[in-house]
């Protein structure tokens, strides 16, 4: 059954035009049953799975009821893990982007505290955060919730779980008794229920019967593919592949722009889609992507909500989404309506812990496979054009070229040679220059294995719900397509504007700093300055060297790129 749109739901002109710019067509199932409750001030148990959209079914109510003339806290999410509050911190700002004066802020452990305090200190109205650390600025008096109106446990089931039960308690039994309270569970257990008994008034029960994760239809692979590979190996896929049409998913839009760029000039027909492309620019690409005008779409995450195209072949996870529930959005792009779909991953180095947890939270394990050598892929591209020459003859689909042939025939060559010719220029026509890329130089025995990956014990555990993230060194930037195990970006301060070349910087680096053969990987150049990768065990004495040497006769500066947010998705 289909449901209402937002704008039935009873949310204000700016909450609907935060949604508009998001993409969502239409809520899902527990935002359609629970935002018009929650609005209406009633509690909430939301029994929904990961995967169902229930951080925008509390977020826009929450909102909703927030005064912006007050800069104290005025609602509290918690949630299990730092990573899950960062998550949701986004999504509140993300769907409150319209509402003007809001301020909210994440507070988690292993955070530096006086950030945290010198954001409360200034006035926020929404606080989301792991109990552990919420109860410590609650203790230390930093954290005033005598003006709370709404609280929400995400995945309350899970905070249990996590030993959280005793500072749950403690805090709830300290916010003000007139206040809403919405719990969201995936399971309603002992622990949750018990909860409910004694911190809610009489909540309404939403539960969203849970779907499965994944379609069955689709075949599930994933390739180890170092960063500066990943360009090469997409495009050997897609000459294998052949697909009508296909997603390529990056994690940040950066990423989405040096993929798109590349495939452009290898003679793909793709357009982009993330956060700093305009509506209208949107719908005109959407819909070239829909004629087949465009075969492929590289895209973010957000800019792919409420995307809804059919006939979809394939989907690439360009780069691996953090989170599990992300993975299961992308790849039901495929495999739609019964038919048949394919979903790809590239990974690697510590990326294959994710793809573990995803296999967990999906109860399906993803087949490893071998990147395809550029032999094979010459093989599959002139299997194709035998068989559209097979095709043509048998339907009479060709212009007769007798006189031609037969000039050709006179002059001494045989109709072998002829063929043969004629069958080179076919594939010199459609084909293009590969990549060597170091993959194609390993021995396929020395690298892992599917059997040496541990199988997901049949799938009986208990499935998480939120995953950290890989902890990140002070080297690496957070996010980003150089985002691999034995790779680091650098800031390099010259770029096109400075007249330099990337042979000069290469050339520069290797002959100053006398670094081992494959220390420098990709080097992207900008108007103004560049980013280099680097081995990571090379990184920190290049940045030491580097001081206070110059290129052209220009000054520079070397160091570690962490990546402006802005370029994130």
Partial sequence: METPPFS???????????????????????????????????????LSHTGSGKTAAF????????????????????????????????????????????????????????????????????????????????????????????????????????????????????LPKERQSMFFSATMSKGVSHLIGRFANNPETIQIDQKSKTVSTIDQSYFEVRERSKVEVLSRLLDMEQARLAIIFCNTKRSVDECTESLLARGYTVDRLHGDITQQMRERV??????????????????????????????????????????????????RAGRSGRAVSFVFGREIHRLEMIERYTRQVIRREKVPSQEQVEGRLADLALEEIKERLEKGEFQSHEEQVDRLLEQGYTPTDIASVLFTLLRESRGREFGEIQEDREDPRDRRRPTDRREPREFREREPRDYQREPRGPRERREGPSDNADMVPLF????????????????????????PDGAVGHVKLFAKHSCIDVRADCAQRLVEISKGASLRGRKFVLDFDRGPKSQQA
């Fill in 8 to 46: 039935e739901l009873g949310l204000s002109p700016e909450l609907l035009a935060a949604v508009e710019v998001l993409g969502f067509e239409r809520p899902s199932p527990i935002q359609a049953m629970a935002i018009p409750v929650a609005l209406a001030g009633r509690d909430i148990l939301g």
């Fill in 59 to 174: 977020t826009l109510p929450l909102l909703a009821k927030l005064d912006f003339s007050l800069r104290r806290p005025q609602a509290l999410i918690l949630c299990p893990t730092r990573e899950l509050a960062v998550q949701v911190c986004e999504e509140v700002h993300r769907l409150g982007s319209k509402l003007g004066q809001l301020r909210a802020v994440p507070v988690y452990g292993g955070a530096p505290m006086d950030r945290q305090l010198r954001a409360l200190r200034d006035g926020v109205q929404v606080v989301v955060g792991t109990p552990g650390r919420v109860m410590d600025h609650l203790r230390r008096g930093s954290f005033d919730v005598t003006g709370i109106q709404t609280i929400v446990l995400d995945e309350a089931d899970r905070m249990l779980d996590l030993g959280f039960r005793e500072e749950m308690e403690e805090l709830l039994g300290q």
């Fill in 286 to 335: 959407l819909r070239r992507f829909r004629e087949g005008t465009i075969e492929l779409l590289v895209a973010t995450d957000v800019a792919a909500r409420g995307l809804d195209v059919e006939n979809i072949d394939v989907v690439f996870n360009y780069d691996l989404p953090q989170d599990p529930e992300d993975y299961v959005h992308r790849i039901g792009r495929t495999g």
């Fill in 492 to 515: 390099f301060s010259l770029g096109k504007f400075h007249g330099v070349k990337v042979g000069e910087i290469i050339g520069m680096l290797y002959g100053e700093a006398g670094l």
